[in-house]
């Protein structure tokens, strides 16, 4: 049987072909079913398990209409290979948080895609926490189409051994004073790889848009390999845009606070591997989602 | 002969390329509390980072005795567990790691066992309240956007929490208002009630230790001390300054 | 866990690489000076090549007619045509401005013009020389300029700075004497040994057809007293458009080198094909500082690039403001130990142009540190794109990298994009990266207005303070020459 590619997580703006992170390749095949969600508002937090069989696809289909809220949280175990497609519609001053939760089995292949389109006065609120144990590729694209309509995302990452993750991230702003915010934290341990590309497009007629970008990789494998492009597009003169990247390992005076107080440079380095992860489940009030992450960070630091 | 505590002994280090500290003495007994002060820039700071073990501060002569030990090469977290703490003068943000997590992490690892949360939690909150700290800065990144008060007493509440037998405060007062002041030495107080702890409190300006007991006051410039005396010399200190001192050389 | 997106290197076309000896050079596959680091870092891959075809117009014919024009040496002779056999391999490149408008059928027109595309002055556009008018440019130079004019006496000046630096002991030459005379080996030992014709197309075009340029040597120690400048040394043919600058600076030398000038340069054959190649040896220190101002109908394709060994630095200072398109990323291999590079840029886009600049940096040493500082600004419709790369190496530990950049929108109709990518393939490193973009504070223009100053005076002065990164590094002349400059092209009544 031949193989299959699938190109995923495309930079919208590509640059020079040898760096090699215009986009990722990924062998796949169209073989498995697939199986639709839907999700509409309700009052009470969603939860759902996203599993499949070998090469399936998934998609969850999430979507409101004015001023309403949704609540997703969303935990993926038990699957070899599996394509996850979240689209989501934020209706006029609707709210949306969807959470997702990844700790996949080793040897297996995640591909976790969202789409999003966001109208006037809606919010996006997402928080991914990805912990391995096979390859992630999660690329999400929102269009902030109305005006002052806003997309937060916090990311928390933990790879380890030889795992795989790739990110891509874009966020296109076309209303005026529409807003993005995303934070994308985690640590890099063993032979990881990581990849993130983050790409804020501030469309011409997107007047007073404000998109930031964060970043900062903690480097702790002795054959980790990180590779960062944060983008910045823009055809609109009034914006406010930023980026910022930091990488590398547990900086010297952060080392030595933690020494002081009796904890190790090893102990210390663990500390802050599950430090981005630990952070975003604080953020989350809902204690199922805090009892997925920590039992997740249990079994992939054992 | 009441063995010391902290032996000193014709200390000398090096930052970089340039010696700081040119050959101190000094002795810390049990239970005892000792203020170090001296003109700013004068190597107070080195002196409790070099006590600490920070690396960046080269220990080229001399020697260090904790407890009839020598610990002058002795790595920093090994001599945070033997019972030495060394409280910041400007405490850094570690964004990712609660307050409440970082000092729990350090109890389990200086007494090798795992804490129970509900003893741990207890306790941590009574040492808050008895600094004035509202509890919800027990969840929150640790110094991430607290204010300089809040992070002194945050360092405070560390001292308290870890029950060190040695305990150096750098400049804990400097930046801080009246109140703040008033609290941070009513933590140092219950400190010494508590742990019957030694000190050494490194400072510049006497007001954290109006209503402290104090036994030695060592004063130091440019790099040595040149003057040793009880708790009298602070007031001598607070009226003239150190240029009398200087005068009666 | 398998990685499933690494593919194999495949280097097609390529014999195995000979070992070693430089002396009987005549193939391509000879070491290059880039060999030991990693060559995956700038290999085309697989699907940049085309399938082979023949260039309408350049071919060897041409090549050799070129050659034997200049009396190349025959090495010379052999190294253009393998780099036209490379350049009709590869394709152009896809991920930049759009360079439909240069005729690639017809290359070689840009090489060798047609009669009937003799230039003279009554030919040159209106707003060329009211733009010389306005920059208040000497008669005398503008010819040269314009690329219509016989030999501009600035040879005279030319040869004075030449005689002043040999009394030190450094060689300024051109490089077509270079290539014959006492130096003649060792140009031979450098040249296009840091940016091969394998790199991109118009490195491999440049390869075939280059002419003109500079050679400097600046020997072991020698602190240079003046910078050495290259205006001087314009020539009426070809303007400059394939010219080679090759300089070496020896162990413990310090050279300051300047390139080009705020006046615009215009030529009717409207490609720019330079190369530029650096060698900075052992703790020598190399500052590079270029003002471009190609004229609008320019397709600016340069390849700068500078290899430091242990203990040297580079500084690039490079203000950006002409030609219609522009690929201008100068690059720095940092391979010894402790090597330094800093890039101090600015990129003015106005109308029509599309400037694609950028820097790029490998780290292939321990301790070495790299430094960025940008800003671009656009303006009336350009566009201005920052690229850049950031490698560090598995073996580059306690490498710094602190990259910078910042970039002004004057108005909606324009577009900024900044596309930075770093790859860190050591835990011992720290990376730095920070970009911002915004547009001109109202309340700023306010201010200044509130002094007295017109609104366009206020946008001026701003943007020119927006440019100091740069200004600030240059001499004097070239400074006030940089912010004259931008005053005009503010004013929108630049040619």
């Known amino acids: ?65 004015e001023k309403e809220e949704v609540e997703v949280y969303m935990q993926y175990a038990d699957f070899s290979h599996l394509e996850a497609l979240t689209k989501i519609h934020v209706g006029k001053g609707s709210r949306v948080k969807l959470v ?24 996006l609120e997402l928080y991914q926490v990805m912990l391995g144990q096979g390859n992630i590729y999660g690329e999400t694209l929102t269009d902030l189409v109305g005006k002052e309509a806003s997309f937060d995302a916090d990311l928390g990452y933990l790879v380890q051994d030889e795992e795989l993750l790739d990110i891509n991230m874009v966020v296109n702003h076309f209303g005026e004073e529409t807003r993005s915010r995303i934070k994308a934290d985690g640590a890099l341990k063993d032979k ?103 039992d997740g960070l249990k079994e992939v630091l054992s | 002969m009441s063995h010391k505590l902290l032996t000193v002994k014709d200390l000398h280090v090096n930052v970089g390329e340039k010696e700081i500290l040119h050959g101190i003495n000094l002795q810390v007994g049990k239970g005892e509390t000792h203020v170090l002060m001296g003109p700013n820039g004068t190597g107070k700071s080195t002196l409790g980072y070099a006590i600490a073990g920070n690396p960046r501060y080269e220990v080229t002569e001399g020697s260090i005795l904790f407890n009839g030990e020598d610990i002058t090469y002795m790595p920093v977290n090994e001599r945070a567990k033997k019972g030495i703490f060394l409280s910041f003068q400007n405490p850094l943000e570690v964004p990712g790691v609660t307050l409440s997590a970082f000092i729990r992490s350090a109890l389990e690892y200086k007494t090798g066992e795992r804490i129970r949360l509900f003893t741990y939690k207890k306790k941590l909150l009574e040492m808050m309240e008895l600094l004035n700290m509202d509890e919800s800065y027990a969840e929150r990144d640790l110094n991430v956007g607290f204010s300089g008060g809040e992070k002194k007493k945050a360092e405070i509440l560390q001292l308290l929490m870890l029950e060190p037998s040695l305990a150096i405060l750098d400049e804990t007062d400097s930046g801080l208002d009246v109140d703040a002041v008033r609290t941070v030495s009513r933590g140092i107080q219950i400190y010494q009630e508590r742990c019957k702890g030694s000190l050494l409190i490194i400072t510049h300006s006497t007001k954290i230790l109006e209503s402290l007991h104090v036994d030695v006051t060592h004063v130091m410039e440019n790099g040595i001390v040149v003057k040793e005396g009880d708790a009298s010399l ?12 200087r005068d009666e050389k | 866990m398998r990685r499933e997106n690494e593919t194999s ?70 190294f253009r045509q393998q ?56 008669q005398a130079e503008r010819k040269s300029l314009a690329g219509v004019g016989a030999q501009y006496d600035s040879e005279l000046v030319y040869h004075n700075v030449k005689d002043e630096v040999a009394a030190q002991g450094v060689v300024y030459l051109d490089m077509e004497s270079a290539l014959q005379g006492e130096y003649a080996d060792m140009v031979h030992e450098y040249f296009m040994k840091l940016i091969t014709p394998r790199d991109h197309k118009f490195a491999a075009l440049h390869g075939a057809v280059w002419s003109g340029g500079s050679f400097v040597y600046v020997p072991k120690g020698v602190d240079v007293s003046i910078p050495l400048q290259s205006y001087f040394r314009l020539n ?60 609008k109908n320019m397709y600016n394709l340069n390849s700068k690039r500078a290899l430091v060994e242990e203990g040297g630095t580079i500084e690039w200072v490079s203000g950006s403001f002409g030609s219609h398109v522009s690929y201008l990323y100068p690059m720095s291999i940092l391979k010894g130990r402790g090597a330094k590079m800093e890039f101090t840029g600015v990129t003015f886009a106005a109308a029509g142009q599309n400037l694609d600049t950028g820097a790029k940096v490998v780290h292939a040493a321990p301790d070495t540190s790299s430094y960025m500082n940008t800003r671009s600004i656009s303006k009336g419709g350009g566009i201005s794109t920052f690229r850049s790369s950031v490698v560090v190496q598995k073996n580059a530990t306690g490498t710094k990298s602190a990259v910078s950049c910042q970039s002004l929108m004057l108005d909606s109709e324009s577009r900024s994009d900044t596309i930075p990518a770093m790859d860190v393939r050591t835990k011992e490193a720290s990376i730095g990266h920070e970009a911002k973009i915004g547009s001109i504070s109202d309340d700023a223009v306010f201010y200044l207005m509130s002094r007295g100053l017109t609104e366009e005076e206020a946008r001026a002065l701003i943007v020119s303070g927006f440019a100091d990164n740069v200004s600030k590094e240059l001499p004097m002349e070239y400074a006030v020459e940089m912010n004259n400059l931008i005053r005009l092209e503010m004013k929108g009544s630049i040619g």
């Open chain 3, 83 to 138: 780099s036209l056999k490379i350049y009709q391999e590869l394709k152009v490149p896809d991920w930049g401005p759009s360079i439909k408008g240069l005729d690639m059928d017809h290359i070689a027109t840009y090489v060798r013009p047609h009669s009937d595309m003799k230039n003279n002055w009554k030919n040159v556009p209106k707003d060329i020389k009211e733009t010389f008018e306005r920059l208040g440019i000497p």
């Open chain 1, 100 to 123: 997702q939760v990844m700790k996949t089995g080793k040897e297996t292949s995640l591909i976790n895609r969202i789409e999003t389109k966001v109208e006037e006065k809606g919010s």
């Open chain 2, 234 to 245: 602070v007031d001598v200190i607070n009226e003239n300054g150190f240029t009398e001192l």
């Open chain 3, 9 to 78: 290197e495949k280097k097609s076309g390529r014999k195995a690489r000979k070992s070693g000896k430089r002396e009987e050079i005549t193939n391509m596959e000879e070491k290059t000076y880039v060999d030991d680091i990693d060559r995956s870092v700038y290999d085309i891959k697989d699907e940049e090549h085309d399938a082979f075809r023949i260039e309408e117009g350049l071919t060897p014919e041409i090549v050799d007619q070129i050659s034997k024009e200049k009396h190349d040496p025959e090495w010379m002779r052999e």
């Open chain 1, 1 to 65: 049987m031949s193989e299959m590619k699938r190109t995923v997580n495309a930079l919208p703006s590509k640059t020079w072909y040898w760096l090699k992170m215009n986009d990722a390749v990924l062998p796949w095949e169209e073989e498995g079913g697939s199986e639709t969600i839907q999700v509409e508002s309700k009052n009470v937090p969603v939860f759902l398990q996203v599993s499949g069989g070998n090469y399936e696809k998934k998609q969850i289909e999430i979507s409101t209409k």
């Open chain 3, 236 to 295: 009426a043919k070809g303007a400059g458009q394939f010219e080679h600058t090759l300089i070496i600076v020896d162990e413990g030398a310090n050279l300051h080198f300047i390139e080009g000038c705020s006046a615009p340069k215009y030529n009717v054959a409207n490609l720019h094909a330079g190369c530029v190649e650096l060698f900075v040896k052992k703790n020598a220190k190399l500052r590079y500082s270029t003002i471009e101002n190609w004229s």
């Open chain 1, 192 to 294: 990881a790889k990581k990849v993130f590309r983050g790409t804020i497009d501030f469309k011409k007629g997107s007047v007073g848009a404000e998109g930031e970008e964060t970043e900062t990789v903690l480097m702790l494998g002795d054959d980790v390999q990180n590779q960062t492009i944060p983008v910045i597009l823009c055809s609109e003169e009034t914006v406010a845009g930023s980026h910022g990247a930091t990488i590398g390992e547990l900086d010297e005076d952060t080392l030595f606070y933690f020494e002081s107080r009796g904890i190790g440079k090893k102990e210390a380095e663990d500390i802050m591997a599950r430090a981005a992860i630990d952070r975003i489940g604080r953020l989350l009030s809902e204690e199922k989602a805090q009892e997925w992450i920590q």
